[in-house]
């Protein structure tokens, strides 16, 4: 299996799997109806895990960097929009 792309960043504070805008999350999965971070949880304690979070799955068929629901993208970055966390490397197929 390729190595899966990492999140580079992330500016979801908020979120259990943030601290000091990296994700460590085992790996997050990314899709829904929009581009959403699944695994985004709103906790006020964040993980003591030093491990950095990688892309697990994308559910973006739609995004060019989806290749059989795996990311092809070098990493992303995922962004607070309202209430959830996007994963903001998305980008529509043209």
């Not at 190595?3 to 460590?24: D, G, I, K, M, W």
């Not at 709103?42 to 739609?62: I, L």
């Amino acid at each position: 299996m390729e190595q899966l792309p990492p999140v580079v960043r992330c500016t979801a504070e908020n979120c259990f799997y943030n601290r000091n805008a990296e994700c460590h999350a085992p790996a997050i999965n990314v899709g829904s109806s929009h581009p959403m971070c699944d695994t985004f949880i709103v906790e006020a304690d964040h993980t003591s895990s030093q491990a950095k979070g990688v892309v697990g799955a994308c559910h973006m068929s739609q995004c060019r960097w989806n290749k059989a629901l795996l990311c092809s993208a070098p990493g992303i970055e995922v962004g607070l929009h309202g209430n959830e966390a996007d994963c903001d490397t998305f980008s529509p197929v043209t």
